[in-house]
């Protein structure tokens, strides 16, 4: 059983992302599933980019260490679709106990001496808008010369969320390979 810190898009806390905690909890594992928005919810790229704006950055980050925090001595792994992936990404990466990180749909930058053994795993589009081949391949290497063992599945024809029903980019095959894959890497911690 794994203890999961289930990040959210910059959509806010869907529908998309109880079910993929339920999924989880099904499995066995422990989810945690913060609203680092308190309750804000947006149904278009604007509307999310202006709860994205309004917040900031450090605000959601702010946000993503409190809800970490009284699970990460327990070894989390870390989880985020898209911001959320880039804000557990974060997480992770600071975190001495984090057990593992499943990012999808979305990467963060990473500092320079960075250093982690951790597995992790990144689920992306082919192509993305978000996460270009070039940004891609430098992101991979980085990840590589820290130290974490990475594994990334693209997913040709896919959209930017598409493991989200309610959005446009929904790809149910790909959704339902990527949960498999990610079951199988959560099983195997």
């Known amino acids: 059983m794994a203890r ?46 202006k709860i994205r704006a309004e917040l900031g950055r450090d605000e ?22 898209s911001l959320g992936g880039a804000l557990a990404q974060n997480l992770a990466l600071a975190d001495e106990h984090a ?10 930058d990473l500092p320079e001496d960075v250093s982690t053994d951790i597995p992790v795993q990144l689920h992306v589009a082919d192509p993305d808008p978000y996460e270009t081949d070039d940004w891609l391949n430098f992101w991979y290497l980085r990840m590589r010369r820290a130290g974490a063992d990475v594994e990334v599945f693209r997913y040709r024809g896919a959209g930017h969320l598409y493991t989200d029903p ?12 990527t949960w498999r894959i990610v079951e199988d890497f959560l099983a195997g911690l």
């Open 4 to 49: 999961i810190l289930l990040l959210h898009s910059m959509y806010g806390l869907r529908p998309a992302v109880h079910a993929a905690a339920d999924r989880l909890r099904a499995a066995g594992h422990e989810v945690h599933v913060p609203d680092l928005y308190a309750g804000k919810v947006a149904d278009t790229p604007e509307d999310a980019e």
């Open 60 to 81: 959601l980050l702010r946000r993503a260490v409190a809800a970490a925090a009284p699970h990460s001595e327990q070894g989390l792994v870390y989880a985020g679709f």
């Open 99 to 108: 057990r593992g990180l499943v990012l999808l749909h979305g990467t963060s």
């Open 166 to 177: 309610d959005l446009p980019d929904y790809d149910a095959e790909a959704a339902e390979r």
